[in-house]
């Protein structure tokens, strides 16, 4: 009952973000300009992200060579994408469900893979975290520009005066300083932290960091960290160039810039951290709201996020289908062949 519960919860809330972002926008409308889109970006897409999830199969597998383990590049690439798979239909299974599979197909223990799984996840939240960073870094006049007139024109009552929004940046710079300031505080006073830590709320923070470090300190036992450095940065730049050349398929957002890719990377990012399935609802709020700093309208920016999302789940429900029924025949294969094994005996 609770699990089922936990999936309407989900559900529902996809459906609510989901009404709020196509309650203004008549349906044939986005019909229309998908229609009229050019799928040869959409086939590139396509060719891009099977490089992507076959990358994650290979980094995945350089985390499990440590332990003794050395899964089929393609057996591991089929679970990743029967993860992506049972992500669309239950939040946050993929993991699991990913894990089972390379038990069933490889024989690598579940709890083996599991904890490669979330060391790969640390170093996924740290190039996020990178990648905003330097979004931030080279978009600060239009990013800062546009939350400061959010923030000004909700706390003052009007968006027309942008000095009205002047101050966020040192507010923003105080609250910086100040955690900086309590963080220091905290590591260096003994009697402060061990206080602290007595509280729930605190060991889960500590927890969740201790987890990152030892994350990123387990590359120093991969066989080759440069390979797996590599590996990283070729998923996300995959990742980038899957959304972006979908930019050309529809005329309205051909001429987004590439700086515009990056920031609908990161928004993107985190509006699939959301949970729901596949990140439904939420991506399309955020990233059909940003485009409007590239000048786009809000409905453009929509049936972009639409799109672009649309045809990455369609994707993923593909590959991960086809990867679930392969993967059911090599299962049955290698029983048969025991089988055979113990019948000739």
């Known amino acids: 009952m609770k699990n089922t519960l936990k999936y309407l919860l989900f559900l529902g809330l996809a459906g609510g973000l989901m009404w709020y ?49 050395r899964p089929s590049v393609f057996n591991a690439t089929l679970a990743v994408w029967i993860g992506y798979f049972a992500n669309f239909i239950v939040p946050r299974m993929g993991e699991v469900t990913r894990c089972g599979s390379l038990q069933r197909t490889d024989g690598v223990p579940f709890e083996k893979s599991f904890g490669t799984v979330v060391a790969e996840r640390v170093f996924d939240v740290l190039t996020l975290l990178v990648l905003i960073g330097l979004n931030f870094l080279l978009e600060f006049d239009r990013l800062s520009g546009f939350f400061m007139d959010f923030f000004g024109g909700k706390l003052n009552g009007s968006g027309t005066e942008k000095s009205s929004g002047s101050w ?59 390979l797996f450095i590599f590996h990283t940065v070729l998923i996300w730049t995959m990742y980038y160039f899957m959304s972006y050349v979908l930019f050309f398929s529809i005329p309205e957002t051909s001429g987004l810039s590439m700086l515009a890719g990056l920031t609908i990377l990161v928004v993107g990012a985190i509006g699939n951290s959301a949970p729901t399935q596949g990140g439904i609802g939420a991506y399309h709020v955020l990233v059909g709201n940003v485009v409007i700093l ?41 029983v048969k062949s025991q089988k055979t094994v113990v019948s000739s005996q």
């Not at 990358?55 to 597998?61: F, G, K, L, P, T």
């Not at 920016?301 to 679930?324: D, E, N, R, Y």
């Open 294 to 334: 590239y000048g786009l309208s809000q409905k453009a920016g929509i049936t972009l996020a639409t799109f672009i999302h649309g045809t990455q789940m369609i994707t993923m429900l593909t590959l991960g289908g086809l990867a679930f029924l392969v993967t059911l025949f090599i299962q049955k294969r290698e």
């Open 168 to 226: 966020l940046p040192w507010v923003l710079l105080g609250i910086a300083v100040g955690l900086l300031c309590l963080v220091l505080v905290v590591v260096f006073n003994k009697n402060l932290r061990n206080k602290l830590l007595q509280n729930p709320l605190a060991q889960k923070i500590a927890n969740f960091a201790k987890g990152l470090l030892d994350g990123l300190l387990s590359i120093r036992r991969l066989r080759s960290p440069a």
């Open 21 to 69: 972002v196509f309650k203004d926008i008549p349906f044939n409308d986005l019909l229309d300009t998908f229609r009229q889109a050019d799928y040869t970006w959409v086939l590139v897409s396509v060719l891009l992200a099977v490089v992507a999830h076959w990358s994650r199969a290979v980094r995945w597998c350089m985390l499990l060579e440590p332990m003794g383990y």
